[in-house]
């Protein structure tokens, strides 16, 4: 399963418009699922996601419902752009460096055309999980 920053940003927004910051709240899943146009599967790997990155904490309550804790962190990353704003940072950040290591070709060829391949080749790595 190969989840897109789109759908991070898509449950993470709905999550910090109905919860509270550091406060227990009991949620739906398949309620998360519909709000956030994602499937109820995509839905709970994102959750499981999230608290392994320390956006919330969980306590399973039964099938379709969840106890959640969405900490400060959460409401951070979406009011900075999301996951979104991340890979748009890493994009630039790369294209910067692949600037700079043309920049560097006058004066060290050899040099520079290793490290240009080197940046191409994380570029093209980049490019597959986004």
Do not use: W
Request: glycine share 4%.
């Amino acid at each position: 399963m190969k989840l897109s920053y789109t759908e991070k940003d898509a449950l993470l927004k709905v999550l910090c418009a109905r919860m509270p910051a550091e406060r227990p709240h009991r949620e739906s899943l398949k309620e998360l699922a519909a709000l956030s146009n994602l499937g109820y599967d995509v839905v709970y790997s994102l959750i499981l996601y999230f608290e392994r990155v320390g956006l919330l904490s969980k306590t399973m309550l039964q099938q379709s419902s969840i106890n959640l804790v969405l900490y400060v962190e959460a409401f951070d990353m979406v009011n900075r752009g999301g996951y979104a704003a991340q890979e748009e940072l890493l994009k630039k950040n790369i294209e910067k460096l692949l600037l700079e290591i043309e920049g560097l070709r006058p004066s060290a060829p050899e040099k520079a055309e290793r490290i240009a391949n080197i940046a191409s080749s994380v570029l093209q790595a980049v490019g597959l999980f986004i």
